[in-house]
């Protein structure tokens, strides 16, 4: 099971934004109320959540587990530790567990666009693909600029449900919104893809033909 789509969505840096539901790297934490009616964190908050996240990545699930189990409960209003949590039982093999604390932090945190995106990569390995088109396309409505909606939908496309056109088209999406050392596996699959699509017709034909 790969968890590479919602991996680089949680768990990653700790900068929380209060009203936006943004955490640098695309972790989404804060709850649903307005930029006026909620401060900016605290330095203490973020320094703290911050230790949480290095538990996390430091591949002690139990430790995680208690410090994110032990957060979340000081800060309801957070959707990000109840993502973190579902990451972790993701990568445990628990999706019915994943699943509660994904719809928590949904319920926490309405525009949390990597929160649709975690609940699409669960539904896509349960094999409800139909469910994972529409967590992707919810991210991406909430985050036209969320990257990692776009990659995890092309995979889908291309891999999962055999639509390679709708699949190139969000590698480009992904592509145009992404510039790291990762992209070069998807330039490729965009080459191939490429082939794929202007092959079809031509293959369609002398099917037709026989």
């Known amino acids: 099971m790969s968890l ?46 911050s230790a949480v996240l290095a538990t996390l990545q430091g591949g002690d699930d139990a430790a995680a587990d208690s410090a994110l189990q032990a957060f979340s409960a000081a800060h309801p209003e957070l959707a990000g530790p109840l993502l973190n949590l579902a990451l972790l039982r993701l990568r445990q093999g628990d999706e019915a567990a994943a699943h509660e604390y994904l719809a928590k932090a949904a319920a926490v945190c309405t525009n949390c666009a990597p929160v649709w995106n975690g609940l699409g990569v669960l539904y896509r390995q349960q094999g409800q693909f139909g469910e994972a088109e529409q967590a992707y396309l919810k991210a991406i409505a909430l985050e036209p600029g969320y990257a990692l909606a776009y990659y995890n939908l092309a995979i889908l496309y291309d891999l999962y449900v055999q639509r390679p056109e709708l ?9 145009s919104r992404e510039s790291d050392d990762s992209t070069a596996d998807v330039e490729r699959w965009i080459a191939d893809l490429r082939r794929r699509v202007s092959a079809t017709p031509t293959t369609a034909r002398a099917e037709g033909a026989t």
């Open 4 to 49: 590479h789509g919602l991996t680089r969505a949680a768990a990653v840096l700790a900068v929380l934004l209060s009203a936006g539901c943004s955490l640098a790297g695309g972790e989404h934490l804060a709850g649903n109320a307005s930029a006026a009616a909620v401060p900016g964190p605290t330095p203490e908050l973020i320094a703290d959540y």
């Open 167 to 175: 699949a190139l088209e969000n590698y480009q999406q992904y592509l």
